[in-house]
């Protein structure tokens, strides 16, 4: 299994940063190529992505502010879901780095997961713009 580990730093307190990215609701502000919009369903919060193929899926988070881990889950039903780990951490000088780490589902290609990965780093760019442009 692959996987792509991506890191940007931001000009903001790792609380400010870790609040914003473990509230769901704050995703389709960020996450503009995965998430197209975002419903909540019977309890459970539903991703409409941007990529046709992929439809709506289910989308969880898990996170611990203690630890600065925040536990992203989607996919099609509830056991079926991958897990995209994120790592808030607090830096010296105030700012924050953001780790995302993407894992290559089996049946998923090569080309699509670079794709995705790619999409990850323009929304990491997203971030990066709100943290650096308050």
């Given at each position: 299994?692959?996987?792509?580990?991506?890191?940007?730093?931001?000009?903001?307190?790792?609380?400010?940063?870790?609040?914003?990215?473990?509230?769901?609701?704050?995703?389709?502000?960020?996450?503009?190529?995965?998430?197209?919009?975002?419903?909540?369903?019977?309890?459970?919060?539903?991703?409409?992505?941007?990529?046709?193929?992929?439809?709506?899926?289910?989308?969880?988070?898990?996170?611990?502010?203690?630890?600065?881990?925040?536990?992203?889950?989607?996919?099609?039903?509830?056991?079926?879901?991958?897990?995209?780990?994120?790592?808030?951490?607090?830096?010296?000088?105030?700012?924050?780095?953001?780790?995302?780490?993407?894992?290559?589902?089996?049946?998923?290609?090569?080309?699509?997961?670079?794709?995705?990965?790619?999409?990850?780093k323009r929304e990491?760019?997203?971030?990066?713009?709100?943290?650096?442009?308050?």
């Amino acid at each position: 299994m692959k996987s792509k580990t991506e890191t940007i730093i931001v000009n903001a307190s790792r609380d400010v940063v870790f609040s914003y990215l473990a509230s769901i609701e704050n995703l389709p502000e960020w996450a503009t190529e995965f998430c197209q919009k975002l419903e909540k369903r019977s309890g459970d919060y539903y991703v409409h992505s941007c990529d046709p193929s992929m439809g709506w899926l289910l989308f969880k988070i898990k996170s611990d502010a203690h630890t600065g881990v925040i536990d992203m889950f989607t996919g099609p039903t509830e056991d079926r879901l991958g897990i995209f780990p994120v790592r808030v951490l607090g830096l010296k000088d105030g700012s924050t780095a953001v780790t995302f780490t993407m894992f290559q589902p089996a049946d998923v290609s090569d080309e699509k997961f670079e794709a995705q990965n790619e999409s990850l780093k323009r929304e990491l760019e997203n971030l990066r713009w709100r943290f650096n442009n308050e």
